[in-house]
């Protein structure tokens, strides 16, 4: 594989740029930290030659290091993510890259099949404590056990590259149809049958055992796990990954398939602001998750069919914005036992009652957990109180929950930084919008690495786009999914 060769877009330089030579004396590396010092260099000329970049927030990094008795807040490191300078690799790339990749929800562990396909090389680097998905999450409460999907419920299908996969994980036994009715109900009881012209799908054992299962047949995928990635250095032609000091590998580009306040204190001093930029420009929205577990049935409204929903959009009710019958969605043929149902609130809700998710008051957890209740009851139209007291209960805060505006563009791409993005903001808030993502952006980084000499410049993407509000559900957009006029309620379902 080639080196890209010379580069200078005006698109994508901002700022002056600095040059680094790894044979300069002042370009020390602890090979303990991976903690690149950089000097600038006098003449801008030098960049054809085999080594690396400019980045003036590494030179800051040095000069903090000597003096980091005062370290810089957060908010001060995002906001040196708008003065800082390009970075720009031009070092060949290697023969057998390998790609790093930050995240292992749908579009980080897309990605990294994306990729395979392509025969490249990938490392997932993913902090979830349980399992891969980030927001695919399953929890299973032992001994009984209780299983809920406490983040995405159920995903529809409208792209075709996306509807092959599924179909592959239908074969695969990962993903079937959710038959069961749903709809919109209104405060008061009153349901609304919902139809789709794209079946609706779930994992068959959760969301989360659907994560962990879509890398299983690959092999040129490696995943580290659990592990956050707390720092990213160029060094030498590549990107140096390492968690609270404690060095990750080197790689030949690297992919944030993560959002909000993490990414952006990741991207805040990399060398990559026009990435760093398009990130800070994301708005997130919350939510609060109430995972309640029922010993009977609760009084649910039928559909027309007479069989009672599986699933609603809360209408008309403050706290709560969707309800499911995990239970029922899980295991349809099961009659008996315990019923575990997930209530998600509305975004404004959480708003309102928003705490650091990583520390939640039990006081705020009593109050979330009492007003969600009485929004399940005003919903069901049952009378204050009557609701029947759940044996489980747990709440659980999803502080950068949805996004709710977009750029549009499949994927971001920096060529000078090797750098990209990939994640459900991109195109909308779905599963399926975070596959799409995650498949571009392999597609993308595979004809970048392949490209020979190609400019770089050329492989620029997104990396201007401005953002538009997104439409759709306070949990994500549904695509297909609408209202049943008058079409006949019971879908084909092929389970
Ligand atoms: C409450 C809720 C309900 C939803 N319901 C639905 C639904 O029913 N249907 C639907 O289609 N969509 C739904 N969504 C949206 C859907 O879950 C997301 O669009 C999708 O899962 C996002 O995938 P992603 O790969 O873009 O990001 P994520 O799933 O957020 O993946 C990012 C991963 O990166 C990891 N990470 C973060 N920082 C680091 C770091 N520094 N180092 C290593 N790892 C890191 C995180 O742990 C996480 O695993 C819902 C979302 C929420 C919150």
């Known amino acids: 594989m080639q080196a890209v060769a010379a580069f200078s877009s005006s698109l994508l330089l901002p700022p002056p740029f600095k040059t680094l030579i790894p044979s300069d004396p002042f370009f020390n590396c602890n090979p303990k930290t991976l903690t690149p010092i950089f000097r600038p260099l006098l003449k801008h000329n030098n960049s054809r030659r085999n080594a690396i970049q400019a980045a003036s927030s590494s030179s800051k990094k040095a000069k903090s290091s000597k003096n980091n008795r005062r370290r810089p807040s957060r908010r001060s490191a995002i906001k040196k993510s708008f003065s800082q300078e390009q970075l720009i690799f031009n070092a060949p790339i290697s023969d057998d890259p390998n790609v790093a990749i930050i995240g292992g929800g749908m579009s980080g562990l897309l990605c990294a099949l994306g990729l395979e396909k392509r025969g490249v090389r990938s490392t997932i680097f993913d902090s979830g404590m349980h399992g891969l998905g980030g927001r695919m999450g399953t929890r299973i409460i032992d001994p009984q056990p209780l299983i809920f999907d406490h983040a995405a419920q159920f995903f529809t299908v409208s792209d075709s590259r996306f509807g092959k996969l599924v179909d592959g994980w239908i074969e695969r036994g990962l993903v079937r149809e959710w038959c069961g009715p749903i709809g919109e109900l209104e405060a008061g009881g009153y349901f609304k049958p919902m139809a789709s012209s794209s079946p609706r799908y779930i994992g068959v054992s959760g969301m989360r055992p659907l994560a962990d299962s879509i890398l299983s047949q690959t092999g040129m995928v490696n995943v580290v796990r659990p592990c956050w990635i707390s720092a990213l250095d160029p060094f030498n032609g590549m990107w140096h990954l390492s968690e609270n000091g404690k060095p990750h590998g080197q790689f030949d580009a ?168 990939c994640g459900d903001w991109l195109l909308g808030s779905s599963l399926e919008a975070s596959a799409l993502s995650g498949m571009a952006l392999a597609d993308h980084i595979a004809d970048y690495l392949q490209s020979g000499v190609a400019p770089p410049d050329e492989f620029a993407l997104g990396l201007h786009n401005e953002f538009q509000p997104i439409d759709g559900h306070d949990i994500g957009q549904f695509p297909g999914l609408e209202y049943k006029e008058q079409v006949a309620e019971v879908q084909t379902c092929i389970t």
């Open 254 to 421: 690297i992919v944030i398939s993560h959002n909000g306040k993490c990414a952006n204190r990741l991207l805040a001093s990399s060398g990559l602001p026009l990435i760093a930029k398009q990130m800070k420009r994301l708005e997130l929205s919350s939510i609060w998750a109430l995972l309640a577990a029922f010993e009977d049935p609760l009084p649910i409204p039928s559909s027309m069919s007479g069989t009672p929903f599986e699933g609603a959009f809360i209408k008309g009710v403050d706290s709560v914005s969707w309800m499911a019958n995990n239970t029922k969605k899980l295991f349809p043929s099961q009659s008996k036992g315990p019923q575990c149902w997930t209530f998600f609130s509305t975004a404004a809700y959480a708003e309102r009652n928003k705490v650091p998710q990583e520390y939640i008051p039990n006081i705020r957890a009593e109050k979330v957990k009492a007003g969600m209740l009485e929004g399940v009851e005003m919903a069901l139209g049952l009378s204050p109180g009557s609701l029947q007291r759940p044996f489980y209960t747990r709440v659980q805060l999803w502080g950068a929950a949805l996004p709710t505006n977009t750029p549009g563009v499949p994927c971001i791409f920096d060529p000078l930084g090797r750098a990209g993005i």
